[in-house]
C-alpha cells in the first residue's frame, strides 16, 4: 500500500490518532510520554502509531502533515500539533472540550 495513502486511512479511521514513539504504555521519549498523559486525561480511547516500529511512517508523516517532531496528535483529522500544544491545551481546557466534542459528534454520527 502506498505509504501516504495508508496515513490518510488511519488519520481518517481514528477519530483521536497520536503517531509517537513507543505505545502508550511504555513511550520511547519523554515527549510521547508527556502527550499520552495529556490524551488519557481526557477520558477518551485513542488510537497510536509507534512511528519507531514504522520506518516508512516517520520517514513520510513529517513531509504530509508538514510538521517536523514526533508526536503528532490528529484530531477528527485535522493535526493538533506536537507536545507543547498538546500541554498547552491540556492547561486552559481546551484538549478535552475539543475531545470530547469531536467523539460526542461522530458518536451521534455514527447512531443514525
Known amino acids: 500500500m502506498n505509504i501516504i495513502k495508508k496515513i490518510k486511512d488511519q488519520i481518517k479511521n481514528n477519530i483521536i490518532l497520536i503517531y509517537m514513539k513507543g505505545t ?3 513511550p520511547s521519549c519523554g515527549f510521547s510520554a508527556q ?3 495529556a490524551l488519557s486525561a481526557c477520558g ?3 488510537a497510536y502509531v509507534d512511528v519507531l516500529e514504522n520506518t516508512d511512517i516517520r520517514n513520510e508523516l513529517p513531509k504530509y502533515a ?3 517532531t ?3 496528535l490528529w484530531v477528527d ?3 493538533i500539533g506536537g507536545c507543547s ?3 498547552e491545551m491540556l492547561e486552559n481546557g481546551e484538549l478535552k472540550k475539543l475531545i470530547s466534542e469531536k467523539v460526542k459528534n461522530n458518536r ?4 443514525e
Do not use: R
Open 108 to 111: 451521534i454520527i455514527s447512531e
Open 77 to 79: 483529522g485535522e493535526l
Open 70 to 72: 514526533f508526536p503528532q
Open 24 to 26: 502508550p504504555t511504555s
Open 66 to 68: 508538514n510538521w517536523p
Open 85 to 87: 500544544i498538546i500541554l
Open 44 to 46: 477518551e480511547k485513542f
Open 35 to 37: 502527550a499520552v498523559q
